[in-house]
């Protein structure tokens, strides 16, 4: 579960704590999860209407180091660019959505290996989430529609520098499981060539998260199409064959 700060998250859907608690849930996750601790990084501070930090730096680096000593990654949602320096220097694995980044963190990045997982899916809804806090949070407001405005552009920059550029949608909440199809189009669109659009979704995701490719003895997980999806992106919508573990699921 995502591990968020007291009352600055989605209600219900994460494990709320304060800082000094931290470090010891990062350790749970670690040990009980597979292989990946989630931290939100920002979320919309009412007090002062705009997004904003949630952890202080020295917290940060000792639950990374925790999470990394009991064998598993960290990854951290943000929107906004202040929360980044800190995860970034802390050692963190991954992040989700990246929509702040800046070019001076991207070189960071890209020098530390650090990886960036767009949800480009759901960036589209930040225009909602503007309108639906204007009246009480206009800063908020102004400050979801200028990321959004940026967002492709964030994309390409990053694989362009040499970050690692993953493929996820976010679903699960608001948006439905299914549309990985159209996150990969939307990364093709933001400036990823097609065939490293697909491999964000597929190959390179899977070298990333230690999983077998096409190899001997590797499980068989894969999907079939009638035509090459390196050629038309748009194959990816017509599936002919799902195979899981070795076994036709669809």
Not at 69 to 80: D, K, L, N, P, S
């Amino acid at each position: 579960r995502h591990i968020a700060r007291t009352r600055r998250y989605i209600p219900g859907l994460g494990v709320e704590l304060e800082p000094d608690d931290l470090v010891a849930e990062v350790r749970v996750q670690a040990r009980r999860g597979d292989g990946w601790v989630k931290l939100v990084g920002d979320w919309i501070d009412r007090s002062v209407g705009d997004l904003a930090p949630e952890w202080p730096r020295e917290t940060l680096a000792a639950a990374i180091a925790a999470a990394h000593e009991e064998g598993a990654r960290v990854t951290a949602h943000t929107f906004g660019t202040e929360a980044l320096p800190d995860l970034i220097d802390a050692g963190i694995d991954c992040i989700e959505h990246g929509t702040g980044l800046t070019e001076e963190l991207i070189r960071e990045m890209a020098a530390r290996g650090t990886a960036v997982v767009p949800t480009l899916v759901n960036v589209e809804n930040f225009p909602g989430f503007a309108a639906a806090g204007e009246a009480k949070f206009p800063t908020y407001a102004s400050t979801m529609r200028r990321l959004y405005a940026s967002s492709g552009a964030v994309v390409r920059a990053a694989y362009e520098a040499g970050v690692p550029v993953f493929a996820g949608t976010d679903a699960g909440g608001g948006i439905e499981h299914g549309v990985i199809a159209d996150e990969v189009r939307a990364l093709h669109t933001a400036g990823l060539p097609a065939e490293a659009a697909l491999a964000a979704a597929s190959w390179s995701a899977r070298a990333w998260l230690g999983l077998p490719c096409i190899e001997e003895g590797a499980e068989a997980d894969l999907v079939v199409y009638d035509t090459d999806p390196r050629i038309d992106l748009d194959t990816l919508q017509r599936p002919q064959r799902t195979i899981l573990r070795g076994r036709v699921v669809g």
